[in-house]
């Protein structure tokens, strides 16, 4: 059993499903928005796309630039952290990063990753400063992208990351990122609902 266990990573079509689309629908993103700036007339189409997107990003509501900023920093964590683990199963350091023990025990990044996510998630419930919930929502979503990078550990209670069994933490990650990037799909559509359907029923005057 534990032989079986301990298996060579071998990705199933799942799992490669899931990253092709993730990929492809990022891919889809930039290259729709090029594409436009090239059909206004732009000659710098590439960096015009990028200043669409910055000012995109501050003249959206609060809630939304937050969710942003959550999924962002969380994609990004875990993409580093595998990147950086599949480096130090060859070498001893990669760059800043090494293998932390203490005593017989190897401290994994989920244990960070919980902290993180704990002392960022407390604090923006302590504040309740709205300002704050877009700076917050980095660490927080650095937290959720190291814990969730280890999520299959976490169930198996056993160190099965480089396994076919570690391959369920890749799975729960893209999903989160599915379900993260769905959800601010959705508060868009529906914040553009509200300033057409709501909007005109708040300016009608009920004297």
Do not use: C
């Not at 939304?64 to 001893?92: D, G, K, P």
């Not at 198996?156 to 480089?162: A, F, G, I, K, R």
Request: aromatic residues 6%; without cysteine.
């Amino acid at each position: 059993m534990r032989r079986s266990r301990r298996r060579s990573l071998a990705p199933g079509r799942g799992t490669l499903a899931l990253g092709a689309l993730a990929t492809a629908a990022l891919v889809a993103v930039v290259a729709g928005e090029v594409r436009r700036a090239r059909r206004s007339g732009s000659e710098e189409a590439v960096a015009d796309a990028a200043r669409v997107a910055r000012a995109g990003y501050r003249d959206v509501p609060t809630r939304e630039n937050s969710l942003f900023n959550l999924l962002t920093s969380f994609s990004s964590t875990f993409l580093i952290a595998r990147t950086i683990t599949y480096a130090l199963r060859t070498r001893r350091t990669v760059g800043p990063f090494r293998a932390v023990r203490v005593g017989d025990h190897h401290i994994h990044h989920y244990v960070p990753g919980i902290v993180i996510a704990l002392v960022s998630g407390a604090t923006a419930i302590l504040t309740r400063d709205e300002n704050l919930e877009p700076v917050l929502a980095v660490p927080f979503g650095i937290g959720m992208g190291l814990t969730l990078d280890e999520s299959a550990m976490l169930l198996e209670l056993e160190d099965v990351y480089w396994t076919r069994e570690g391959l369920l933490s890749v799975q729960i990650t893209l999903t989160v990122m599915a379900i993260l990037g769905a959800l601010a799909l959705g508060l868009r559509f529906l914040r553009r609902g509200e300033e057409i359907v709501l909007a005109p029923a708040e300016r009608v005057d009920p004297t």
